[in-house]
């Protein structure tokens, strides 16, 4: 009998590919067509290899081969924890219920997972598919290669459907694993939350199908699972029933039907984009042009032309007729989940505040100030971005109810309505709720509780929740990926030292902040018998303890960088690198990537080197602690070197600024109070010399991967972005020069008197686009130049701990200078672009969570006190003034009563309350106060005396948003 030899890889067995025989009989030969360029039909061939050496999984099986690469998780007696299904049973879940119920599904056990399911799964949420597969690894869960199996397998029919096909090969698997198991007494209980499960899938009388809904499922479970009641997502399976469901007195315009949306799109009836939202009420969408190389957007306004859009939705929108075209209103909503426009001092029903908000415009628009705005509305969602979001339930004042709204503490997120019969659970604790469904019947969207954080207003909780609402991951680390650490005591391997230059003779110094464990960067300076000084910066080789495609690197990948909390770090790779192995602590040998100068006396390069070495730093020092050495009479080793480099750091300074590097400034203060200007110089020499270390690296990678060079680009700020600057500097007599580059600006902020200069450096950062990286093959040589550093390359090579980035330009180095072998993964323009696109992601939202940490830990200072400080007016917006109080880096708003008498000029950017007149960038005295059980600061105008302003109706929580 003729045999083949064929190797075949199957993800559900450990161990990767083996050698296997094969008989003829066991092939399926699978043929489809695809359309070619041309538009003409190509039939495709695919072989696919049959087994009968598939384990299924479970530990009760006496009659499957065992071999080595078989996953045998199911319990040999599952636990029976429901009360309805007495029986010992595995759980069979279809598609549609991983897709709707991941969040119960992720708290069974005994849960097999059909191939044909998985794929599903994927072809529609690859997100839910790589949770899936995460838990299958990690939980007693089975993974059943059916379409592999021989007694699983079927082929497609002629005229039938691939989704007729999937539903056969179900219930064909389902078949067979009842069979199965059957004779360990085990069965098999099928969970789908399709109504016509068991229509559609034409079962015989004979078959005693157990089949279950999550609803049905999780109701009979014994009272461990109480809470798992809430996880189940409620919604109706289609959309009519989810209309009747929900039926109340407001209805959205349906949305156009999905073929309909995408012919629209293709023919230019409907436009494609990403939803920004202002408010409950309004908010606009971006338009990418010309692959994304100019933008335009359209504003939408109004919850009906809004359609059900929530903020980060990729949505299709229709643009109105010319006539209904209108302008934003320039309102602040404090946010739509309390029902109420800061404008009055009472709570104003969402009707009432929509009908506000459109009077705002309306008189705006007859004032004639501004152009209108393309407006539109959405016709449809194309892909929806609900991510868990965190905040309170508040019980319904309904008794009888069981549906209540949830609060989040996302002001761009509207209500959510969450069911649950157990309300009383809920009470002040902060949790995490998961958005289903928006049924064109229901005012609000509607979801499920995933997880109570914890007690509302503690750190641990407040903390937890911040992670969640910016998605940053902040587990433990794997199994798998501790298995991929060096084991303790650790040597530094000898080849290493062969390898490697050796700087352990020279005087290598760290600078860092006080109570820093993850040190990325040491320096070093000699003066050379010629005069020049050769000059090194060290930087911890992460890149030897983090190889390329193990699960240590999948994880740092996906963390992209560490995430500074104000009372905390979550690590980008465990501490046992970040803190102890790649950290350069003082008087221990380290694994270093060196960059080497030689510097003339007047701080030009006349040559760079690159290096692997190891070195021994002699001195770990704080920033005040080498500021103190800049400062003293000694001409110790450390501190002469300390002194050259200051002395050349000033120097490149000088050169950068002359260049027209912006001085830029974030607003954010430390919680101790403490400045960083008491060690300015000490600040500058680290500064200085790992800007030079990352243009010397982009420079000098780019050079040898043209196509695959990982950046770091800063873009020209569009001059739109500098109107409110502009308009605030107006009014003061204030000329900044924003269109003749950024040596222009910073030169024309310069001559500033002293303490509006600071506050000008708020505004000018705000002003800015934001730093992108990027691979240097997908993006054109002209959008390389990074604005705010005035350099033409920069790229990240001086933090490998806590930044992705800097990883990945350590192996590029590597491979550039020949002592790194080369990683393909890289080496591809596409793959790089996508890792850029999710540092980028992961940079944005670690900067959102430190940023949201330190103003809640600030806010705490303030509790049940109050404070009368300074402050700046910022903007003056149609129904408030926005006023940053420098001390503690808040901002927030004092609103007008409503009723009261003003008179806005919005072409100066000014109000005028009887004699008094109020401009941007004024200097003005708030009582800045936190109240007991809430959780915004609240402003108070002191100063200047207008009546209404400064009694207690203006004052209103706020959000805390921290400068930049």
């Known amino acids: ?117 998985m794929e599903e799964v994927f072809k529609t949420n690859s997100t ?22 021989k007694e699983t397998y079927i082929d497609r029919n002629p005229g039938e459907t691939s989704q007729e096909r999937n539903r056969r090969a179900f219930m064909t698997t ?21 109504p016509s499960f068991a229509f559609t899938n034409s079962l015989t009388k004979e078959e005693h199908l157990v089949l279950a809904t999550a609803e049905s499922y999780v109701s009979t479970l014994t009272s461990q699972f109480q809470d798992l009641e809430d996880k189940v997502c409620r919604i109706p399976f289609n959309e009519d029933e989810s209309i009747s469901k929900f039926v109340g007195d407001f209805s959205y315009p349906s949305h156009v039907p999905t073929k309909d949306l995408q012919e629209g799109i293709r023919t230019g009836k409907f436009l494609q984009g990403a939803y920004r939202c202002w408010s409950f009420y309004e908010g606009s969408v971006r338009i990418d042009i010309d692959d994304g190389k100019e933008s335009r957007e359209i504003l939408l306004q109004g919850i009906e032309n809004i359609n059900r859009a929530t903020d980060g939705d990729i949505v299709g929108i229709e643009i109105l007729e010319e006539e209904a075209w209108s302008i934003p209103s320039g309102m602040v909503v404090v946010g739509e989940e309390e029902e109420t426009l800061l404008s009055s001092d009472v709570v104003v029903e969402s009707e009432e505040a929509e009908e506000e908000i459109l009077l705002a415009v309306e008189k705006r628009k007859a004032a004639g100030s501004e152009l209108k705005k393309a407006t539109g509305r ?129 005087v290598v110094v760290s600078v860092d902040p006080p109570g820093c464990t993850d040190i990325d960067d040491a320096l070093h300076s000699v003066l050379l018998p010629d ?8 930087i911890a080789d992460v890149s030897h303890y983090v190889q390329p495609e193990t699960a240590l690197d999948r994880e740092a990948a996906n963390r992209g960088t560490s995430v500074y909390l104000a009372d905390r770090r ?64 000694a001409n110790d080793p450390i501190t002469a070197s300390l002194r050259r480099l200051s002395g050349l750091a000033q120097m490149l300074k000088k050169e950068r600024f002359a260049r027209g590097a912006l001085m830029l400034s974030s607003a954010e203060v430390r919680e101790d109070g403490d400045s960083d200007m008491n060690s300015e110089e000490a600040h500058s020499l680290v500064e200085e010399f790992m800007l030079l270390a990352n243009c010397s690296v982009a420079a000098f990678t780019l050079e040898s991967f043209r196509e695959f060079s990982l950046l770091r680009r800063h873009p020209i700020p569009p001059p ?91 192996r590029l180095l590597g491979m550039a200078i020949g002592v790194a072998e080369a990683d393909l993964r890289i080496l591809v323009a596409k793959q790089m672009h996508s890792i850029c696109e999710n540092i980028n992601l992961r940079h944005r939202m670690a900067q959102y969570a430190s940023r949201a940490s330190n103003n809640w830990h600030k806010s705490r200072i303030l509790l049940n006190k109050e ?24 901002e927030g708003f004092v609103f007008f009563p409503k009723g009261a008498a003003f008179s806005l000029d919005e072409k100066e950017g000014t109000v005028e309350f009887g004699k008094i007149k109020v401009h941007p960038l004024d200097k003005v005295t708030v009582r800045i106060s936190l109240q007991e059980n809430r959780d915004k600061v609240s402003l108070r105008l002191l100063h200047p005396t207008i009546p209404g302003l400064n009694d207690e109706q203006s004052i209103q929580d706020k959000d805390t948003h921290g400068g930049g």
């Not at 839910?128 to 199996?149: I, P």
């Not at 509780?449 to 207003?457: D, E, F, H, I, Q």
């Not at 005069?531 to 060290?538: I, K, L, R, S, T």
């Not at 129904?879 to 808040?890: H, R, S, Y």
């Open 867 to 890: 404070e009368d400080e300074i402050g700046w007016i910022m903007c003056i917006r149609r129904n408030a003034l926005q006023i940053f109080v420098p001390k503690f880096g808040m």
């Open 720 to 810: 739109s972005n500098f109107e409110p600057l502009l308009l605030a500097a107006k009014a003061h007599g204030i000329n900044l020069v924003v269109d003749k580059g950024s040596k222009a600006l910073n030169d024309s902020i310069e001559e500033q008197e002293e303490e509006i200069k600071g506050i000008l450096r708020v505004m000018t950062t705000r002003c800015m686009s934001q730093a992108l990286y990027c691979c240097s093959g997908t993006s054109s040589p002209l959008e390389y130049h990074h604005f705010g550093l005035a350099v033409d390359l920069y790229t990240h090579f001086t933090s490998p701990i806590r930044r992705y980035a800097d990883l990945m330009v350590h």
């Open 128 to 149: 839910k598919y790589k949770r899936l597969r995460d838990g299958y690894k990690n939980r007693n869960w089975s993974y059943f290669l059916n379409e592999h199996h």
């Open 174 to 194: 389902y078949r067979y694993l009842t069979q199965h198991f059957a004779t360990f007494g085990i069965k098999i209980v099928i969970l789908s939350d399709d």
């Open 531 to 538: 005069g020049n000084f050769e000059v090194g910066v060290h």
């Open 378 to 506: 959405v016709v449809g969602i194309i892909r929806r971005k609900w991510l868990p979001v965190t905040g309170v339930l508040r019980k319904s004042q309904n008794e009888s109810s069981s549906f209540h709204f949830f609060w989040p503490d996302n002001r761009k997120i509207p209500r959510i309505k969450i069911q649950t019969r157990n309300i009383k659970r809920f009470e002040g604790q902060k949790i995490l709720v998961q958005i289903d469904h928006w049924p064109s019947s229901s005012r609000y969207p509607i979801g499920h509780s995933l997880k109570v954080l914890g007690t509302a207003g503690t750190v641990e909780t407040e903390t937890a929740a911040i992670l969640h609402e910016h998605g940053i991951p902040h587990g433990p680390f794997s199994v798998a990926v501790e298995s991929c650490l060096p084991s303790l005591p650790y040597e530094i391997p000898a080849e290493e030292y062969e390898k490697r230059t050796d700087f352990r003779q020279t």
């Open 570 to 633: 979550i690590d980008m790779i465990p501490p046992l690198l970040s803190s102890n192995l790649c950290s350069l602590h003082p008087d221990t040998e380290k694994l270093v990537f060196s960059v080497i100068w030689n510097l003339s006396p007047d701080g030009k390069i006349l040559s760079t080197k690159f290096y692997k070495g190891i070195i021994r730093s002699q001195a770990g020092l704080t920033y005040d602690e080498a500021q103190a050495r800049l400062n003293s009479t």
């Open 1 to 117: 009998m003729d045999m083949m030899i064929m190797k075949m890889e199957c993800d559900g067995y450990v161990g990767g590919s083996s050698a296997l025989y094969w008989r003829k009989d066991q092939m399926r030969e699978l043929s489809f067509y695809r359309q070619n360029r041309r538009g003409k039909p190509l039939k495709i061939s695919r072989e696919k290899y049959l087994r009968e050496d598939l384990h299924c999984g479970s530990m009760a099986c006496q009659t499957c081969p065992l071999n080595s690469r078989a996953r045998v998780n199911l319990d040999k007696n599952p636990p029976i924890y429901s009360t309805l299904y007495k029986d010992k049973h595995y759980i069979l879940p279809d598609s549609g219920f991983l897709l709707r119920q991941l969040d119960v599904t992720e708290e069974l056990s005994n849960v097999i997972l059909l191939q044909i399911v």
